[in-house]
């Protein structure tokens, strides 16, 4: 899929803005519908092992965060986070403390089909 179409797909900030506009009396933070977006966005990835913590969400409509953390066998935190940028020319990753690459392949095709999944979850479960 051309980026350009991948930018356009994904409307949740449009949906977002209904939820935080008239629609509701009880207005939820973007923050808060952001949380609860990441509630299912968490489960495309399968069953999240004991003590680890994992958080896919989009931040913005081009934005787009992977969060991973847990305990090693010495008890020690470790974490993971992945910043996805969709451009007109490209996505592009940025590891915590790393630079920007730009995706391509199968990575690339792992992460439009996880955008997807989690577009269409969220749409069913929050904004239907």
Do not use: C
């Not at 020319?89 to 392949?105: A, F, I, M, S």
Request: aromatic share 14%; net charge positive; hydrophobic share 30%.
């Amino acid at each position: 899929m051309p980026t350009k179409k991948l930018l356009d797909v994904f409307n949740l900030p449009v949906m977002r803005q209904k939820i935080l506009g008239e629609q509701y009396s009880n207005k939820l933070s973007y923050d808060e519908l952001v949380n609860a977006e990441s509630e299912y966005g968490r489960t495309i990835f399968g069953p999240i092992p004991e003590g680890h913590r994992r958080e896919f969400f989009m931040h913005r409509s081009n934005v787009w965060v992977w969060h991973e953390s847990w305990k090693n066998k010495n008890g020690l935190a470790q974490d993971v986070t992945i910043r996805y940028e969709v451009r007109p020319d490209g996505v592009y990753k940025k590891p915590q403390g790393g630079t920007y690459e730009r995706l391509g392949g199968r990575e690339l095709d792992n992460f439009v089909n996880a955008a997807k999944m989690y577009y269409e979850l969220v749409k069913e479960k929050m904004y239907s």
